[in-house]
């Protein structure tokens, strides 16, 4: 079989180590907030604050409760796997439980590890290295429905607003599946590809291999990467955006920015027509019919009436819903996608 | 010192085994036509027709002449060096010698190979491979001027417009460097950085690392890599575009090409007016005052009469001059870059 997506077996123990605090554990606290299912218990050295409200495990416990698979839940400073959480890990693999992170320091990196994953016939998985077989994208149109989020910038709100459709589609019964593009995006999905880590001339064959044909009335609701509008991130975005196919985008903001991150230059963010107007010019190259079914608005810094008129207001300007994914919810998007695909 | 680029050292001599036919040693042949100051000599194994009209040289007459790198002029059928290359090969690494070569198996996976090149010191360079250290794009603005080819599609004339409109600059005495993006331009160059290999993240961090701050007056002329409406490939277009923060484009189509060259799809090439109004869309996200200097066309499959009709049609309909930069040359081009830029 050729390796053309990252998979993780649930049930997963989240592993937290000694996290200092919640912000560093944001992984372990998606999965669990998005997949409660998936996540049979959490991990933990003495004395770490963070908790996720799951059972405490330990490696028998674990056994007993069937995971398959360990997910480092928390970004360690400096990328590393400290060495005060190898212990655990490295008995955690010797049971034979898989382990999963996306840590800028690979798992297959660390002999300890790898050394007990082969005695406990465990698997390493990098879910920042991209799986090897991904092909040259070829363009073919494919079946199915499909719904890409895209951004102003990097870090406004993709990954919650793909999630949160995802899960709104889901309520109302419509078949649909949530497709992960980045490492957290992926751990909370139990698979994806890291569309940004594939080499340049994959990105929309990766796109394509994450969204395939579907049944005619299934929706892939699609993790965003970067922005068109990125100095730094934009080729990511134009290939995944290719690749994608959609059939509608949602765009995703942050109220609060004005400027495009990008470390050396001064990159205003454009009206947010403009942003719609260039992304779907660009999206109906591959998807000719592609409109955009709203604007997913971080408006987590405004007060309840500052939040109302800038919402209202853009909805007015645009003429398409415009929501904050949390305040909220994605219910006028999602009304605006089926009503309009 | 952190490597950013690929670099070979001239002189060069050409190696072609026993390549069949011209079709197969297009490398050597663009290196031999567009550097023949850079090339020292050619060597082949008994019986190769192909003759790019150099000295032959052995191992000795090209330690003699100064070769510093042995650059496979040739593209073998299946991308492997063939056994019957090798002893020429690990003769001349031993001897000291670099080789270079962009075939789909790295040279560094041939252990006879590596092992002459380690007893010669001599550097086996596969021009595939991207450095190690590029960084993130930063969209830092620069100094300097660039102007970078954008296509309609793939393989319409990109390396061979900026070359020539690179030439063209020099003979005009413009402090002008041509910026190799992939294999072939790198092994013409000397050095460059195979953008579309490089991962996604970093494709326009690799554009700003080969484009770097110059002096007011000089220009870099940057090759080109796929189209922005390719579905397979518009990533690695996009991610270009920006990282080049180009002053001007030029594009570069093929006047027979009527769709996108994708396996699965059927994809008309626009009306070009429409294909540079989106490429100055995107180009002005880190460059504001980003123009269009003139479209270069292959029109070899047209007769005198045919290509007249069709570049003078363009040239008035698009406002801009239209040339095949073979049988017209870049001189219209040249001419309205620099006055307008």
Redesign the interface.
Known sequence: MRLTRISLEAPYLLYLGDCPDETHAKTGAGIAHWRPQHCAGQMRLDGCPVDLGLPELNVETAMDAGVKTVVVGVAPVGGQIPEQWLPQLVALAAAGLDIAAGLHTKLSDIPELVAAAASGNAKLIDVRVPPADIP??????RSGKRVLMVGTDCAVGKKYSALALHRELQRRGIDASFRATGQTGIMIAGEGIP???????F???AAETLSPDNDDNHWDVIEGQGS?????????????L??SQPDAIVLCHDATRTK?D????D?PIPELDEVID?AL??AR??SARCFCAGVSINTSMMDDFEREMYLSKHTTYLGLPCVDPVAVGMTPIADFLLEYS
């Open positions: 040259v994208g070829d363009g073919r149109p569309v940004d880590a594939v080499v340049a001339d990105i929309s064959g068109l509008l990125s100095p730094s991130y934009s080729g990511v975005s134009l290939g995944l290719h690749g495009i990008a470390a050396g230059g990159y260039d010019r660009m190259r591959t």
